[in-house]
């Protein structure tokens, strides 16, 4: 399995850009499909953004498209997630995930094996 660990997290005003970053080690990098998911207070956790092995294929929430891009340098074994035009809803908890058993992104919870320890987003109005 890959450790991960996220950074890049904090405080920005509406409108604002934070970029994320998660480093991963272990196991080979490349053969994992990567994954950003969020949590917010009293809320389930939720899919952000996904990306393939390869870096070629991406998916995204509705509400974050156009907004934030997902990306992977496989070489550095890092996934990044920059995030514009911040709203306040986009508060919560940020994790990176990767999947195993994936070669193209999934948005499905399930499918990922492992978990970094999370990084906070918070977005005042």
């Known amino acids: 399995q890959v450790q991960l660990v996220e950074s890049g997290g904090g405080l920005v005003q509406a409108g604002g850009s934070l970029r994320l970053s998660c480093a991963a080690s272990g196991r080979t990098f490349s053969s994992y499909a990567m994954g950003w998911f969020r949590q917010a207070p009293g809320k389930e956790h939720e899919s952000v953004a996904a990306?393939?092995?390869?870096?070629?294929?991406?998916v995204y929430r509705d509400s974050v498209k156009g907004r934030f891009t997902i990306s992977r340098d496989n070489a550095k074994n890092t996934v990044a997630l920059q995030m514009n035009s911040l709203k306040p809803e986009d508060t919560a908890v940020y994790y990176c995930?990767?999947?195993?058993?994936?070669?193209?992104?999934?948005?499905?919870?399930?499918?990922?094996?492992?978990w970094g320890q999370g990084t906070q987003v918070t977005v005042s109005s």
């Open positions: 990306i393939s092995r390869s870096g070629g294929n991406t």
């Open positions: 995930a990767a999947s195993g058993r994936r070669v193209l992104p999934t948005t499905s919870i399930g499918e990922y094996d492992c």
